[in-house]
């Protein structure tokens, strides 16, 4: 049974590799990756980047291609399981989109939260969600300017994100203590099966996971009851490799480096990498990076570019801000150094938060476009930020989809398109992963083979 993932920011794809990235859902490229053999299809959606309204609609747009292409095909919707891929530090619209697909592709027995995503410390214990062992609402991403959140009990935070329309005490929960004993004994599989068979009424679900096991052994019990039930998922990315139930990569690191674009005379061109994403984790991470002498740093001025962006006419004061940005790359790289292009790290204020993400959408194309006016040059991109990434495969280089080849380390995964035009690889950096040297490790990574 294929997996059809509703990615809301590129990076989603993080524990699997081998499949298809769709950017566009028209009926062509629908139909190209139904006829893959990958178990899974990934849809980036980057609604984690809209508004709610315009993420619904969104939502509802994607929904409908789907069941227009279903008809067409002959397929029902019934014959796929749907995850809702979100923040495994639970930024998003975590509660209104498996919602909406809920009204479009439902209807479900029951809706599951599963924020665990193991490979980045985030695990939840007795229904609480935590980040390396501290819960997550006490960390930055908590405080979040426009998806922040109150609690780390994840019932309550449903309760808080649905505004009282999903009531904390009628969501059931999945203890590690239930998963322990559907692992370890037949007895207690068994009383999984029972519990997941009498789900009803698309019920909220909240489901712990400290180890591999807690997701596997549901993922187990789940693909047994799905021949009588339907269920909705809304997950960060460990329950998606739980579920499809891949093997080991048989690519390894060396394979996946080694994707970099090469000039005439077969020698590896420079990199470039991309620092949109304003969380300060992303921020620690650029400071170590800079301090590398191999790479230099290239600040693109966000509070110019928002005076550019409000003028009636502003072409021509972008097409010179571009002007001096693509010769001070062209600078760096006559210089053997790896241009860094980041975003000033001020945060701007704006009216209303639909205006500051409006803004951000802007700002990532200008970097987007930018970058692909000097991709001929490059053998490689590391992009930092997933609205960032997102865009730069969207806009920058115009791909209906790129196919996921693996990851270089846990969670950073390396994407490809078969373009003809921008023939090099795409490193997507999640905004929250890692430590304060992980880009520094990246690039390093990236670096190894010349």
Same mark, same amino acid.
């Given at each position: 049974m294929k997996i059809i993932i509703f990615d809301d920011d590129p990076t989603g794809s993080q524990t699997v590799y081998g499949c298809p990235l769709l950017l566009n859902w028209d009926e062509q490229t629908l139909e190209k990756v139904f006829n893959q053999s990958s178990p899974l299809i990934f849809i980036l959606a980057n609604t984690r980047s809209l508004s709610s309204v315009l993420a619904v609609k969104k939502t509802r747009e994607i929904c409908s291609s789907i069941k227009k292409f279903f008809l067409r095909q002959g397929y029902?919707?019934?014959?796929?399981?749907?995850?809702?891929?979100?923040?495994?530090?639970?930024?998003?619209?975590?509660?209104?989109?498996?919602?909406?697909?809920?009204?479009?592709?439902?209807?479900?027995?029951?809706?599951?939260?599963?924020?665990? /995503?193991?490979?980045?410390?985030? #695990?939840?214990?007795?229904?609480?969600?935590?980040?390396?062992?501290?819960?997550?609402?006490? #960390?930055?991403?908590?405080?979040?300017?426009? /998806?922040?959140?109150?609690?780390? %009990?994840?019932?309550?935070?449903?309760?808080?994100?649905?505004?009282?329309?999903?009531?904390?005490?009628?969501?059931?929960?999945?203890?590690? !203590?239930?998963?322990?004993?559907?692992?370890?004994?037949?007895?207690?599989?068994?009383?999984?099966?029972?519990?997941?068979?009498?789900?009803?009424?698309?019920?909220?679900?909240?489901? %712990?996971?400290?180890?591999?096991?807690?997701?596997?052994?549901?993922?187990?019990?789940?693909?047994?009851?799905?021949?009588?039930?339907? /269920?909705?998922?809304?997950?960060?990315?460990?329950?998606?490799?739980?579920?499809?139930?891949?093997?080991?990569?048989?690519?390894?690191?060396? %394979?996946?480096?080694?994707?970099?674009?090469?000039?005439?005379?077969?020698?590896? !061109?420079?990199?470039?990498?991309?620092?949109?994403?304003?969380? !300060?984790?992303a921020t620690d991470q650029l400071e170590v990076l800079l301090k590398d002498k191999s790479c230099e740093g290239l600040e693109i001025p966000v509070s110019k570019l928002a005076n550019i962006f409000s003028l009636e006419d502003c072409k021509e004061a972008i097409l010179e801000l571009e002007g001096i940005l693509l010769s001070k790359i062209d600078d760096i790289l006559s210089r053997k150094k790896v241009p860094v292009l980041y975003t000033s790290r001020e945060e701007m204020k704006f009216p209303s938060c639909s205006e500051r993400m409006n803004f951000g959408l802007e700002l990532a194309e200008f970097m987007a476009i930018l970058v692909r006016k000097i991709t001929n040059q490059l053998g490689y991109i590391i992009s930092k930020g997933g609205i960032t990434t997102q865009i730069l495969l969207q806009k920058g280089f115009n791909f209906n989809q790129v196919d996921l080849k693996g990851q270089i380390l846990p969670g950073l995964s390396i994407v490809k398109s078969n373009s003809d035009q921008y023939d090099l690889p795409v490193v997507t950096f999640p905004g929250n992963l890692g430590n304060e040297k992980k880009l520094l490790e990246a690039f390093k990574l990236m670096e190894s083979i010349s």
């Open positions: 029902s919707k019934d014959d796929f399981f749907y995850i809702s891929r979100g923040d495994s530090t639970l930024r998003g619209h975590g509660v209104l989109e498996p919602e909406i697909l809920a009204e479009e592709l439902g209807p479900f027995h029951a809706t599951f939260h599963i924020p665990a /995503f193991l490979e980045g410390g985030r #695990t939840t214990e007795n229904g609480i969600h935590y980040l390396n062992g501290i819960p997550v609402h006490t #960390t930055d991403f908590g405080r979040d300017n426009i /998806f922040g959140f109150s609690t780390s %009990d994840l019932a309550k935070w449903i309760e808080e994100k649905s505004f009282g329309k999903i009531q904390a005490k009628n969501i059931l929960h999945i203890e590690i !203590k239930q998963l322990d004993m559907a692992f370890n004994t037949t007895c207690g599989f068994k009383s999984l099966l029972t519990f997941l068979s009498n789900l009803e009424n698309n019920i909220s679900v909240v489901v %712990d996971a400290k180890l591999p096991h807690h997701l596997e052994t549901l993922a187990r019990a789940i693909k047994v009851v799905s021949k009588e039930k339907r /269920f909705l998922f809304r997950t960060a990315a460990s329950f998606i490799n739980s579920l499809s139930g891949l093997p080991t990569n048989p690519k390894g690191t060396i %394979d996946l480096v080694s994707l970099k674009s090469k000039n005439n005379q077969s020698e590896y !061109k420079p990199g470039l990498i991309m620092v949109g994403s304003h969380v !300060k984790l």
